[in-house]
């Protein structure tokens, strides 16, 4: 098949057997790669209500049709496992180049199950693949780690994502690491950690079969000549998307107590970039370059380095800890890269510990001795240390996520748990952008920004239509929830959003489909193939025992009940009864019974998944 390599790897790190088996064109047809495929691997291997640190769950790590091809944005990868943060089907995207690498070894998804004795790494050398012992790398960093199997394979050109000590120690909101780019989100990281996997390294030599070349290039060429000129990211990345979000007042700060922080002049790209950047990184065929390292040259952060901050992490690490010093900042990111923790969660669990410590709920002795202020930027470095190691009783506390952790405390603290599903709160205002009320309640993941690009539709528009209008939000994330789908299972960075197509999915789409693959769907089959992959995903969520309640008891208690404070979104959130329309009317859109959330059986029908059981 064009587009594919054509084959599945099964690693069972509890037998130690790996095989490798036939990528079937019907399933590709159907799901098209990434996500969709991955999503129906779990929901044919996967049984209902695994522990996510069972040996039995599974860790994907799949490719669709873009990846090792000239389509600009196709340096992504995308990790699939059931989160131990959620207990959900999650995935978790990275950049860099190992999605590539694995398509140039002759694979298209990379399938781990099991658990090891003792600490392992898979190599994976085009056909050759071994699990081997990794013992002496157990306790190192994700850095140290990289380089030190990229030594003894004896080739720098193997590309490797590991887990540092955040995910040996089952931190629930762990990062896998490849090179300088993070998946983050879910702790999947954990998972691997679960399973004695400290990392897997891949090189290959073969090449990625595409319909038409000249084709290939003509649109690589005219997207290239786009991206390039984009206002931003070719020269500052999301490092500047703070003083843009912060100028609508809808920046998370101080545990989104307020929406404005006076301090973000300091840590905006605007400001840092043309002091601090070094270097720019691109991932695999990227002709935009957004990725920026910078370094701290003075005072006592000198030589601390990271890529970006972007802007999540400006956030999470910034603004909602009440953090402005750049320095502080940075030192702070490159302490969850080389640990693997995941920045939103690592910053959203530290500000809920900031505000119970503000309201007493914690005390000096339970944060042993550590003075956790809002805006400490030494206390915010020496917590996420802790976190990784899980030292003390606030170490241990916060590596559960912050859910737990206000269960845990309790005395009201949940109330400013700033989570849905479990899954800490990304850096996008669900009281300022009211379509992300629902986005995030109806996500399968939850506080992702990535179940459905509102923002990408909303920012644009004035107070009025973005903060205080909810009647056409259901149809916004709708469409935009069917782009991620199409968008994960290509799989295409969301940065080129502009150029495929930021609402819904469209000819572009079905254009890059074609020249990979060479499938000729209409567009009707298209908006049909990412209606079929969410309603899977959806059924693996019922299949596991959630339902409505927990997409209507999603929103933390802060965000249905307290009004933005001040700024230019003052007064903006959702109210109860708007929620509950949105919610309504996004189940009849979906096709799902309003009473229970699960599709209907026409639904499932209609998508050719009438085998389904729930």
Aim: glycine share 12%; aromatic share 10%; charged share 25%.
């Amino acid at each position: 098949m064009y587009g594919y390599a054509g084959s599945i790897l099964k690693v069972n790190l509890g037998t130690g057997k790996i095989s490798k088996e036939p990528l079937k064109e019907d399933l590709v047809k159907g799901f098209i790669g990434g996500f969709g495929v991955s999503a129906k691997i779990l929901y044919d291997n996967l049984a209902p209500m695994t522990n996510p640190y069972s040996p039995e769950n599974i860790v994907i790590f799949s490719t669709g049709p873009a990846q090792g091809t000239l389509i600009p944005g196709s340096g992504r990868g995308l990790f699939v496992s059931k989160s131990p943060l959620t207990n959900r089907v999650f995935n978790s995207n990275v950049g860099g180049y190992i999605a590539a690498e694995l398509k140039y070894a002759g694979y298209d998804f990379l399938i781990i199950t099991g658990k090891a004795s003792s600490p392992v790494y898979i190599a994976i050398d085009g056909d050759n693949v071994e699990i081997k012992d990794a013992s002496k790398l157990w306790g190192r960093t994700t850095y140290e780690t990289q380089t030190l199997i990229k030594e003894e394979l004896g080739d720098k050109r193997f590309q490797v994502a590991c887990i540092g000590p955040g995910g040996e120690n089952l931190v629930k909101y762990s990062a896998i690491i490849h090179n300088f780019h993070a998946a983050g989100r879910g702790g999947i990281a954990s998972v691997l950690g679960s399973k004695n996997l400290k990392a897997f390294a891949v090189r290959g030599d073969k090449s990625v079969e595409v319909p038409d070349m000249e084709a290939m290039l003509t649109f690589y060429k005219e997207i290239t000549e786009k991206c390039t000129k984009h206002p931003t990211l070719p020269g500052y990345g999301t490092t500047v998307a703070l003083g843009t979000i912060n100028k609508i007042g809808c920046l998370g700060t101080r545990n989104w107590q307020t929406e404005v922080f006076e301090g973000a002049a300091n840590i905006d790209g605007y400001t840092t970039i043309p002091k601090y950047r070094i270097r720019d990184i691109a991932c695999t065929g990227c002709p935009m370059g957004c990725g920026k390292i910078q370094e701290i040259s003075e005072g006592r952060y000198a030589g601390a380095s990271a890529k970006g901050p972007e802007y999540e992490t400006l956030y999470s690490l910034g603004s909602l800890v009440g953090v402005d010093d750049f320095g502080a900042l940075v030192s702070a990111a490159r302490l969850c890269d080389e640990y693997g923790l995941d920045t939103i969660s690592t910053g959203v669990s530290i500000a809920w510990a900031m505000e119970c410590y503000e309201k007493g709920l914690l005390t000096k002795e339970e944060t042993d001795g550590i003075d956790l202020k809002f805006g400490n930027g030494d206390a915010l470095n020496e917590v996420i240390k802790r976190i990784a190691y899980k030292n003390g009783y606030l170490g241990n506390l916060l590596a559960r996520g912050v859910k737990e952790a206000s269960e845990t405390v309790g005395c009201g603290s949940q109330y400013f748990a700033m989570h849905f599903k479990g899954l800490e709160l990304a850096g996008h205002s669900p009281r300022g952008v009211k379509a992300w009320t629902l986005g995030y309640s109806v996500g399968w993941r939850g506080g992702s920004h990535h179940d459905g690009r509102a923002h990408d539709i909303e920012y644009p528009k004035p107070f009025e239509e973005r903060a205080l209008k909810f009647e056409d939000k259901p149809e916004i994330v709708y469409k935009t929830v069917h782009r991620v789908m199409i968008e994960e299972s290509l799989i295409t960075c969301r940065f080129f959003g502009g150029y495929y197509g930021s609402l819904e999915p469209n000819e572009n789409h079905l254009k890059i489909l074609s020249l990979t693959t060479g499938f000729n769907m209409t567009l009707e089959e298209l908006w049909k193939t990412a209606r079929r992959i969410r309603t899977l995903i959806r059924c693996l969520e019922v299949r596991d025992g959630f339902s409505r309640k927990e997409d209507v008891n999603a929103p933390p208690p802060r965000m249905l009940n307290e009004p933005i404070p001040e700024g230019p979104s003052k007064g903006a959130y959702a109210k109860p009864s708007e929620f509950k329309f949105m919610i309504n009317k996004l189940y009849d859109l979906m096709g799902w019974e309003r009473e229970t959330g699960k599709p209907k059986k026409e639904t499932l029908k209609e998508l050719g998944l009438s085998d389904i059981t729930i």
